[in-house]
């Protein structure tokens, strides 16, 4: 099992940038993969960015240029940097872990309770 804790949602105007922090703990594997979905209200859970364990990183075209993962040495840590968030990107942001399986397969997935952002003036 993998417990997923995340920080730094909250509120904040255009342009402020802000920090979103998980912290995953239990059996954290060294070729997990982390990163952070989003969803808001009516519409399906989409991908904002993530990170593999050897560092590689994909962005979600919505979002590319105006965020950056990052993880810690350990691995346990993954943040989301948001550096000019728009009112487009208020939504529940959850943490997501998951191993690669030989094949490509996602396995041992688990999800973060979610944290909310919310960007208005």
């Known amino acids: 099992q993998v417990q997923l804790v995340e920080s730094g949602g909250g509120f904040v105007q255009p342009g402020e940038s802000l920090k979103l922090s998980c912290l995953a703990s239990?059996?954290?594997?060294?070729?997990?993969?982390m990163g952070w979905y989003r969803q808001v209200p009516g519409k399906q859970r989409e991908l904002v960015a993530v990170?593999?364990?050897?560092?590689?990183?994909n962005f979600a075209n919505s979002v590319r240029g105006r965020v950056s993962i990052d993880r810690d040495y350990a691995g346990n840590t993954v943040n989301l940097y948001m550096h000019s968030p728009i009112p487009e990107d208020t939504a529940v942001y959850y943490c997501?872990?998951?191993?690669?399986?030989?094949?490509?397969?996602?396995?041992?997935?688990?999800w973060g309770r979610g944290t909310q952002v919310t960007v208005s003036s």
């Open positions: 997501n872990y998951y191993e690669p399986s030989i094949d490509g397969q996602r396995v041992n997935e688990y």
């Open positions: 990170m593999s364990a050897d560092r590689r990183h």
């Open positions: 239990g059996k954290v594997s060294s070729t997990s993969s």
